[in-house]
């Protein structure tokens, strides 16, 4: 094995034990146990592997242009029937 290869790899390790470290000292500095969501810090984190640890999000279908104008004219009628509430 390369002696550049080595120092690479050992690098790389230390740097995700570095960031293992940072992730344990920031849990311990938080307390107690909390409710909710976890904080975007710990959701951002990647798995051993290097890949993002959430899944790809799909992406949406584009709407055709007829359903676009369907919505419009049904928001049209929506925001009519508020002036008309408003008016009264």
Avoid at 6 to 16: G, T
Wanted: hydrophobic residues 40%; proline residues 5%.
């Amino acid at each position: 094995m390369d002696l550049t290869q080595m120092l690479a790899e050992l690098r790389s390790q230390k740097e995700q034990i570095e960031e293992a470290i940072v992730v344990l000292q920031r849990l311990a500095a938080g307390g107690a146990k909390r409710r909710g969501r976890p904080p975007k810090w710990m959701s951002s984190a990647t798995d051993a592997s290097g890949f993002a640890a959430t899944p790809a999000r799909r992406k949406r279908k584009p709407f055709s242009a007829a359903t676009k104008k369907k919505m419009a004219e049904a928001q049209r009628r929506r925001w009519a029937k508020v002036k008309v509430q408003k008016a009264a």
